[in-house]
């Protein structure tokens, strides 16, 4: 059977294999341009073929987006960002499957073309509509510029626009910190220690888990994402320890200063908080000083240990130092006192039992100190 389309004067033949839709099928769908027939789109898949496990809170936030989605009357826009390789790409992946499970389909837009915006509008259906790293697919501010009416949330169609980026900076000042229309801002972070052991668990045999706190360890000090999470997990799966796994490994081996908080707590209950630097790869290991107060403030000695006495408990999910392994060089009188009353500064032997360190903890978000 022949189908007869009839578009202005002209006519054109189709034979039976063409069909019609009063709106596009659930799916996902590429925008392809061509300057003589303009704009189109080509079908890719039904769904996404997501084969790893989810780590954090992907899931939650994807029913976040949705929900929201369902309760607006208008478009709604959502902005990923973070660096490469700590779950972008994965989050985009669910999202797309949830839209399709809703019965919408979903749109991917490589890059610009003319009257894109116009396009995108026109298309008669809800949907979601995927700008993957925009900041370097629309890089300049005028290609980005350009799709602000269409961002503005005043669609003929509802849809959910999403754009994913590396790079802030890259942005349009139009599109960060303007919840019209872009209403979330989901900033993608590096994998926390709970994710990091749970993912190695899955990843390793049981007799390889003693590598895990090394991992975490490094993990803390150098940004490391799921990409080099994989990779090392690989190597250490092949019997290699942790120290011949990263040597040949293309990834950044910690050759930088970084810092990092040690807060600890003295038997008198005096807090303390002391920044640390701490160069990863080192491989000889730094003493670390800590001053000891009296409760009234006045110094009255240190507390040395090692960047070596330091350890992740996988139970606990924290950084610790056993307090076993502190030395202490007390002082013979306080410092700090003006005019002290007779025998007044002296350090006791009761100063000194108060001043023992009883716990240490090591900050392990260190995004405050990069």
Request: with cysteine; glycine share 6%; aromatic share 12%.
């Amino acid at each position: 059977m022949t189908t007869i389309i009839q578009t202005g004067t002209k006519y054109d033949l189709y034979d039976s294999s063409i069909q019609t839709h009063q709106s596009l099928p659930a799916g996902i769908y590429k925008v392809i341009f061509n300057p003589q027939s303009g704009h189109q789109l080509l079908y890719i898949a039904d769904k996404n073929n997501i084969k790893e496990k989810i780590y954090g809170v992907h899931t939650k936030k994807v029913e976040k987006v949705l929900n929201t989605f369902r309760n607006f009357n208008r478009s709604e826009g959502v902005l990923l960002s973070g660096d490469k390789g700590i779950g972008k790409s994965l989050f985009t992946k669910l999202l797309t499957n949830a839209v399709i499970d809703m019965g919408l389909p979903v749109i991917y837009v490589n890059g610009p073309s003319p009257n894109l915006g116009d396009y995108i509008d026109s298309i008669p259906t809800e949907c979601m509509v995927l700008f993957d790293e925009f900041d370097k697919t629309f890089s300049s501010p005028l290609e980005q510029n350009d799709l602000l009416s269409l961002f503005d949330g005043t669609s003929r169609n509802k849809k959910l626009f999403v754009i994913t980026c590396n790079n802030l900076d890259r942005l349009s000042s139009f599109l960060v910190n303007r919840p019209g229309r872009f209403h979330y801002h989901i900033c993608f972070k590096y994998p926390a220690s709970e994710d990091i052991v749970k993912y190695l668990k899955d990843k390793l045999d049981e007799k390889y888990w003693g590598e895990i706190p090394k991992v975490v360890k490094r993990a803390t000090a150098i940004k490391t994402n799921y990409d080099t999470l994989r990779a090392i997990a690989y190597e250490l799966q092949q019997g290699w320890s942790f120290e011949e796994a990263i040597e040949d490994l293309n990834i950044d081996k910690g050759n930088k200063t970084i810092y990092f908080n040690i807060r600890y707590m003295q038997k008198n209950k005096e807090y303390h908080t002391f920044k640390v630097p701490f160069i990863p790869s080192k491989v000889e290991p730094e003493k670390i000083k800590l001053s000891l107060t009296d409760n009234l403030g006045y110094l009255i000695g240190e507390a040395i240990f090692s960047t070596d006495d330091f350890y992740f408990d996988i139970n606990d999910n924290n950084f610790k130092v056993n307090v076993e392994k502190i030395t202490y060089q007390f002082n013979t009188v306080r410092r700090g006192i003006v005019k002290p009353r007779d025998g007044e500064e002296i350090v006791t032997d009761k100063d000194k039992e108060n001043a023992v360190i009883t716990e240490i903890t090591i900050t392990n978000e260190l995004k405050d100190f990069w």
